[in-house]
């Protein structure tokens, strides 16, 4: 099948480079030239581990083509993806669906014979029947069938999350659309089930369901963090401890400093926006917004007790500061919160990323940037673990204890086993660890 990838970001990228691995032909459009002359020469504009590989074999097949004229990919193409950004709204947290409409308007004009178009984007309830009022009110001979379907990926983990996903939802009721969904699909061995076809209302509730339950399950878990440290318990066996039991389930129950990241933190506010607009409050998704707010502050906080009340002057080391491992992205890091507050305290912040580093100089401006763990903790009164990078969990604490001022790791991943830590003489403060 010929599939058009509206929006070559993280979702579209990943999505078309698999697509093509699958035996599609695809084309990977964008409006951002520079973006597409890069990954027209093999450079991948991202870090997510197996991209760079994928493309360029697939690239090399014919199969995957990059291009910046959104009406040529349409008109080519059997089924259209809108994979471009849904940020949250400025001002007042909604879903902002500027560049999905933007596109719909470009599909509309462009279409030529029978196509499917597929919202990929992460969308709120009717975002698809305004999508396809706008191509009908725009060209009424598009023979067009306009459908749901979001995306589970999770980045650093996208290639195998989408080539094996738990399921695929799909949401449509029109049967040509099913048939052409169900070929797209088909290399994932659907008779095995993980197709689901649903209205496409239900399906882009579906996508916010699933972040919303997720966050709220990462908040549960940080909540009982806090109360193991007031009662002298460890998060990390009571994670285990409830995890057991499959109505549970043990994934998502690492407490830390709450969660970042593209998706989480925009798409529960906006489900909390739309659900206010329904008159029918998501009570437990507000909390969770307000709780995982004020949890990246309660951060610093937790830094600065450690080091004996003030930061002030001091040179503080922060280990990671991307959303989380094996990706480059830094939007809602809970570190740009923690680093901005230990400044507003005073101190002096180093930090060490390895694919953050290019995206965090334009961020944080006044912090020091080192090129290894080693080289911010020199003279450093503590070291803070923000982000669980695997080459952070073998780190040489011998080393380290002669270059820092004093001896003090702040794990808020709960990476290292206290007392492993605390026999090279350092005072170790993890997460939940109360015991
Ligand atoms: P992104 O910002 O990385 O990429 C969006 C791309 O769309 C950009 O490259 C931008 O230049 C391009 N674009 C915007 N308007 C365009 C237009 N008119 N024509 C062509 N290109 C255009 O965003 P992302 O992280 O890939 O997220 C995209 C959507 O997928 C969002 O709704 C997000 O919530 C959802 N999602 C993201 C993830 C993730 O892990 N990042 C996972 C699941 C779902
Ligand atoms: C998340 C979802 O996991 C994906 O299914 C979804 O497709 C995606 O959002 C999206 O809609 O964009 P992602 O944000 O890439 O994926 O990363 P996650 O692994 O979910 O992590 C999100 C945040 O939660 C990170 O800051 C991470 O450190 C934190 N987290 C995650 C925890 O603090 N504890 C956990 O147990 C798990």
């Not at 291009?67 to 080519?76: G, H, I, K, M, R």
Request: charge should be negative.
């Amino acid at each position: 099948m010929r599939i058009a990838m509206i929006g070559a970001g993280y979702v579209g990228l990943v999505s078309g480079v698999c697509f093509a691995d699958f035996g599609h032909d695809v084309v990977c459009v964008d409006n951002v030239a520079e973006k597409i002359d890069a990954l027209r020469k093999g450079e991948i504009p991202i870090y997510e581990p197996g991209l760079q590989e994928l493309a360029a074999s697939n690239s090399a097949a014919g199969r995957l083509n990059f291009s910046t004229d959104v009406e040529a990919a349409v008109a080519w193409a059997d089924a259209v993806f809108i994979a471009v950004g849904t940020p949250s709204r400025r001002g007042d947290g909604h879903a902002d669906l500027t560049y999905v409409y933007a596109v719909a308007r470009q599909i509309a004009t462009a279409v030529d014979g029978y196509t499917v178009v597929v919202t990929k984007s992460t969308v709120p309830v009717g975002t698809g029947d305004e999508v396809e009022r706008i191509i009908r009110e725009t060209n009424p001979d598009a023979d067009v069938s306009v459908v749901s379907n979001p995306e589970f990926l999770r980045e650093g983990a996208a290639i195998g999350d989408f080539k094996r996903p738990d399921r695929i939802v799909v949401g449509t009721e029109d049967p040509r659309a099913i048939a052409v969904m169900t070929e797209l699909y088909r290399p994932l061995h659907l008779n095995e089930g993980p197709l689901f076809f649903c209205e496409r209302r239900t399906s882009e509730l579906i996508k916010y369901a699933a972040n919303a339950f997720l966050a709220m399950k990462i908040t549960f878990i940080n909540e009982i963090a806090d109360l193991c440290e007031s009662l002298g318990a460890d998060v990390q066996k009571v994670a285990r401890g409830i995890g057991y039991d499959k109505r549970i389930g043990d994934k998502f129950l690492h407490a830390g400093p709450g969660y970042g990241g593209s998706c989480f933190p925009k798409d529960t506010l906006a489900l909390v926006k739309t659900a206010c607009d329904a008159e029918s409050p998501v009570r437990l998704i507000e909390t969770t917004v307000a709780i995982n707010d004020n949890r990246k502050r309660a951060m610093a906080r937790k830094v600065i007790a450690a080091c004996g009340g003030s930061v002030r002057d001091k040179r503080i080391a922060v280990l990671g500061l991307t959303f989380k491992p094996n990706t480059d992205d830094l939007r809602e890091a809970p570190s740009l919160t923690i680093i901005q507050a230990l400044q507003d305290h005073g101190a002096r912040v180093a930090a060490f990323d390895p694919e953050g580093m290019k995206a965090a100089e334009q961020l944080l401006p006044s912090v020091e940037f080192g090129s290894d763990p080693y080289a911010i903790a020199a003279g450093a009164e503590a070291l803070v673990l923000v982000t669980e990078w695997d080459e952070f969990r073998a780190l040489d604490f011998r080393r380290l204890h002669a270059t820092m001022a004093s001896p003090i790791l702040v794990d808020l991943r709960n990476v290292y086993p206290p007392q492993e830590v605390r026999r090279h003489g350092f005072k170790y403060v993890g997460v939940g660890r109360g015991s």
